[in-house]
């Protein structure tokens, strides 16, 4: 059973697939994987594997079970942990501070 390394914490990352693809590419970098192969894993090509690895593009449920399958790992080294504050209805941390500014009306 492959181990991953030091868990990283999930606030270094924008997002929990952030979080996943780096996790992802660190059990890909110690067994010499490729995109190519990733994506053959998925069942898509390696440059859409790339954007998943980035957290460009979200991971399914099913994806991170056949790659945590693949690696002998359990799916949950793959994730976050509980502490974990998910974003909801959006992708990525933003600042709170620049949401509140953005959609400002003229003042009269």
Do not use: C
């Not at 990733?38 to 957290?55: D, N, P, T, W, Y």
């Not at 994730?79 to 400002?104: K, T």
């Amino acid at each position: 059973m492959t181990s991953l390394p030091t868990q990283p914490t999930w606030d270094q990352y924008g997002s929990a697939d952030e979080y996943a693809g780096a996790q992802i590419n660190a059990l890909m970098f110690r067994s010499k994987m490729t995109r190519r192969e990733l994506g053959g894993i998925l069942g898509i090509e390696g440059a859409a594997a790339g954007r998943k690895l980035r957290g460009d593009r979200a991971w399914s449920l099913d994806e991170l079970l056949a790659v945590a399958r693949h690696f002998q790992v359990p799916v949950t080294d793959l994730l976050p942990g509980n502490d974990y504050d998910p974003v909801l209805g959006g992708r990525g941390r933003v600042d709170q501070y620049a949401i509140a500014d953005s959609n400002r009306e003229p003042a009269d």
